[in-house]
């Protein structure tokens, strides 16, 4: 995707040099026996608390705050963690069963899958009677409504496109090349300043946010969280492979018309060019997306014999299951915050520090005139 000729002058790159964000607290006794585990030095160390894992509620801050803890050691890590982390048996093994909770809540909540061309005919349908968070900005929302939805996003956006790439080795062509041809433009399409993880940094820097990456974990409630670990959990599990299509589907078909409501609000809201620019590139960009996804990743899977290698188990139901699981936890993302803002309360766990009271950024952020 090029970019638009009338674009703001991107800013130099925020993320690069970041470093690993810090341990976040605990939420309960699974984040507990997880964030201990990873505080102490020797990764073979296994984590207490494995028996509380079948128990609790799967959709919880606790159950949802390990999953994203265990996650985010396969992405950057966290500060002062081992590496070798990531591959602890033991820790592994609570994952598992943290995962295993998960899955089993979403397809109970997803239910039999109707036919894919129903659910993406479904998904190109945008309602004519919205009420989500995105025309709620538009039409009534605050400038600190903004500052938490981008809180809310930063953990997604901030790293946006490495979920889905787990999933490029484990497709057959035609759907890997077609699906690398997409990442490319989300990594910026050969220009890092480009990549839209760093559209979206900048767009935080303008509403006085930190981009630092991870920096919100902290205060990013549990709804949000599952949004995340959904993508992680279909990228990190091959035979779970066919729902991560699905879902960079529901994703990409989705974006356009929400990305122009949140141009426009956050525009409305005072934004400079470059606090609008991340979703105006994907007005343009996610038309496309749409497209290539659909006739170029989707329907290649579909046309290979079922037991075709690399070709998903069942992919027409599994690919409808990805995008309705994904759908279902932006709509809980949704209402939570619209619940929070329409009774005037804030919607992250803490409220954000008013931007004059910012601590110093863990990055750098620089104009660069291009
Ligand atoms: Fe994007
Ligand atoms: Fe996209």
Redesign the pocket.
């Known amino acids: 995707m090029s970019p638009e000729p009338d674009a703001a002058p991107a800013p130099s790159l925020t993320l690069a040099d970041a470093g690993p964000p810090p341990l976040p607290a605990d939420r309960g006794p699974l984040s507990a026996a997880v964030l201990g585990a990873l505080r102490h030095a020797e990764p073979s160390r296994p984590p207490a608390g494995l028996s509380d894992a079948r128990s609790a509620d799967p959709w919880g801050e606790d159950a949802q705050l390990a999953l994203y803890v265990c996650y985010e050691l396969h992405y950057r890590g966290f500060a002062g963690v081992d590496d070798g982390w990531e591959w602890s048996p033991a820790l592994l093994a609570l994952r598992g069963r943290l995962e295993r909770a998960f899955l089993a809540a979403l397809r109970r909540e997803v239910g039999e899958p109707p036919p894919l061309a129903a659910v993406l005919a479904d998904l190109l349908a945008e309602p004519p009677d919205g009420d989500g968070p995105s025309h709620h900005l538009l039409a009534a929302g605050t400038r600190q409504q903004a500052r938490e939805y981008l809180a809310h996003r930063s953990l997604y956006h901030l790293k946006e ?1 490495d979920p889905q790439m787990w999933a490029v080795p484990r497709l057959p062509n035609p759907a890997k090349a077609a699906l690398v041809a ?1 990442q490319y ?2 990594y910026g399409a050969g220009r890092p300043e480009r990549a ?1 993880a760093e559209l979206f940094a900048a767009m935080m820097a303008d509403f006085g946010l930190d981009p630092a990456y991870g920096g919100y974990l902290d205060v990013v409630p549990a709804p949000a969280l599952a949004v995340v670990n959904t993508m992680s959990l279909f990228g990190l599990h091959r035979a779970l492979r066919g729902a991560l299509v699905g879902q960079f589907a529901a ?2 078909i989705t ?1 356009p018309p929400g990305a122009a409501r949140l141009a426009a609000a956050f525009e409305r809201l005072g934004a400079s060019p470059r606090g609008t620019l991340f979703y105006r590139e ?1 007005v343009l ?2 038309a ?3 497209q290539l996804v659909r006739h170029t990743v989707i329907e290649p899977l579909l046309t290979g014999t079922p037991d075709r290698p690399g070709a998903p188990d069942r992919p027409a139901a599994e690919i409808a299951f990805g995008a309705l699981a994904y759908t279902r936890v932006e709509d809980r993302l949704a209402d939570h915050l619209m619940t929070a803002w329409r009774s005037g309360r804030g919607s992250l766990c803490r409220p954000l520090p008013p931007p004059s009271e910012l601590a110093p950024t863990r990055t750098q952020l620089e104009g660069s005139p291009r």
């Open positions: 496109a997409v433009d989300e839209h994703v990409e974006s994907h960009a996610d496309v997306h749409e």
